[in-house]
């Protein structure tokens, strides 16, 4: 049995420290490669920041709404983590979220439109049947519909 494992994902992590920290807790996380960062080969981490214009260029309104009210405001940076295709992911993405949100903040992933707080991601909380990352079940069901 064959299993899927799409091409490229991405999460956006907005930690509740300051870009600096970030930064540094990147650094000394993963001092072998960094800005951008590599984690195991299988997460490409970089920070994308808004006045480039690249940050929220593929966000829909709705996403950008939720992000809004779970933040207070918009955050002019981000966390881009983009999981190669080649590996699960799930398990370094949880790890990596584990300290990037250790003191608060949010992620979000391409499955949900939910703006997703550490608590809820180690508990496996479920927002409409999905978990964090669940781009398994999602494709299972994408192709239930196909």
Do not use: C
Request: glycine letters at 8%; a negative charge.
């Amino acid at each position: 049995m064959q299993h899927y494992t799409p091409a490229v994902r991405t999460v956006f992590a907005f930690p509740a420290g300051s870009r600096e920290e970030t930064i540094a807790l990147l650094t000394n996380s993963l001092p072998q490669q960094s800005n951008p960062w590599v984690m195991n080969g299988a997460l490409y981490i970089d920070i994308e920041d808004e006045g480039n214009g690249t940050l929220y260029v593929d966000w829909e309104a709705d996403e950008l709404a939720v992000l809004d009210a779970a933040v207070g405001h918009r955050p002019s940076w981000a966390v881009q983590i983009d999981i190669s295709g080649r590996v699960d992911g799930t398990t370094e993405v949880h790890q990596l979220l584990t300290k990037l949100l250790a003191r608060g903040g949010v992620a979000f992933d391409d499955y949900t439109i939910h703006a997703w707080s550490l608590h809820e991601i180690e508990n496996g909380s479920t927002v409409d049947g999905l978990r964090f990352f669940d781009f398994k079940k999602h494709h299972a069901r994408t192709r239930s519909v196909d």
